[in-house]
């Protein structure tokens, strides 16, 4: 049988920055780009979770650095313990949910910190530091929320998410010179604890699961198969993109 080489989708030996890689989305994410071969930094708050990511990944040379992102100290001796990087993935992120009457501005500032104002710091710090490479890519994982479609009582969460995404194109354009590409995903319903944390019930998640035209909620391995083709080269053209990821949703929502 004859072995096929020839892979475009490649991430062989990128050093790549997963943030919000102590679980869910970020966890699948380094997991998976581990079995491709690069070489991982991992961010979360808790420690003993992004170890568990840490001794799931195949390969060697990966490494840990705990931070919380909104600390600006914190985000600033993470940035000083990266390596020179190919790639990063902004996956970080927070939901409130809350019918507008009851929007409260600490619930705002809290999801903005987080989803929002982390990144951003993130970005400049990195930046002013020189640690990107060109070529290089940055993946934000956004939402279909607010970008592409809306619900009731995701308003927050939804401000958030399209402040981030017009964040991306912006920082698409500006970066460009610089050989750095930057797009986001935008899943639909994800299977992590973003989603099971309590604020809906099982029956509530089974009847909206119902209404995805492919008939299933997301799996973060889904999310992650595309940060891979955003991060690898085969995506050299392609920046500035809103990539859903949504099993449909959003063509009957
Ligand atoms: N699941 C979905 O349905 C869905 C849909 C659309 C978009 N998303 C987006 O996908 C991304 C990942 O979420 P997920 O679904 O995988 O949820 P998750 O399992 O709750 O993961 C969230 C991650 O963010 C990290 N994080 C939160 N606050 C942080 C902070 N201040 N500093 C550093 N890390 C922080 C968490 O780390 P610690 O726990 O260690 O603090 C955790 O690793 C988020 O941006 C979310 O908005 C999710």
């Known amino acids: 049988?004859?072995?096929?080489?020839?892979?475009?989708?490649?991430?062989?030996?990128?050093?790549?920055?997963?943030?919000?890689?102590?679980?869910?989305?970020?966890?699948?994410?380094?997991?998976?780009?581990s079995k491709l071969g690069a070489k991982l930094i991992l961010n979360g708050r808790n420690e003993v979770r992004l170890k568990e990511t840490f001794f799931m990944l195949d390969g060697q040379g990966h490494m840990i650095i705990p931070a919380d992102l909104t600390n600006e100290d914190e985000l600033k001796q993470l940035v000083?313990?990266?390596?020179?990087m190919d790639g990063i993935v902004c996956n970080a992120g927070i939901s409130k949910t809350a019918p507008i009457s009851f929007f409260k501005r600490e619930d705002m500032e809290q999801v903005f910190d987080v989803n929002v104002f982390s990144i951003a710091l993130l970005l400049k710090y990195i930046l002013k530091k020189k640690r990107m490479k060109n070529p290089s890519s940055i993946v934000m994982t956004s939402s279909v929320g607010g970008v592409f479609n809306v619900s009731p009582g995701n308003g927050i969460y939804s401000m958030s998410?399209?402040?981030?995404?017009?964040?991306?194109?912006?920082?698409?354009?500006?970066?460009?010179?610089?050989?750095?590409?930057?797009?986001?995903?935008?899943?639909?319903?994800?299977?992590?604890?973003?989603?099971?944390?309590?604020?809906?019930?099982?029956?509530?998640?089974?009847?909206?699961?119902?209404?995805?035209?492919?008939?299933?909620?997301?799996?973060?391995?889904?999310?992650?198969?595309?940060?891979?083709?955003?991060?690898?080269?085969?995506?050299s053209w392609v920046t500035g993109t809103s990539l859903k990821i949504d099993g449909g949703f959003s063509l009957v929502r």
């Open 1 to 33: 049988m004859q072995a096929y080489t020839y892979n475009p989708y490649s991430i062989l030996g990128k050093s790549i920055l997963i943030t919000g890689a102590s679980s869910g989305i970020g966890r699948a994410t380094a997991v998976e780009c």
């Open 80 to 84: 000083d313990s990266l390596p020179l």
């Open 161 to 235: 998410k399209c402040a981030l995404d017009a964040y991306m194109r912006t920082t698409a354009l500006e970066l460009s010179s610089k050989g750095i590409r930057c797009n986001s995903v935008n899943p639909g319903m994800t299977w992590t604890k973003l989603i099971t944390d309590g604020s809906l019930t099982d029956e509530q998640l089974q009847e909206d699961m119902n209404r995805y035209p492919l008939k299933r909620y997301g799996d973060p391995k889904d999310i992650a198969l595309a940060i891979i083709y955003l991060l690898s080269d085969a995506s």
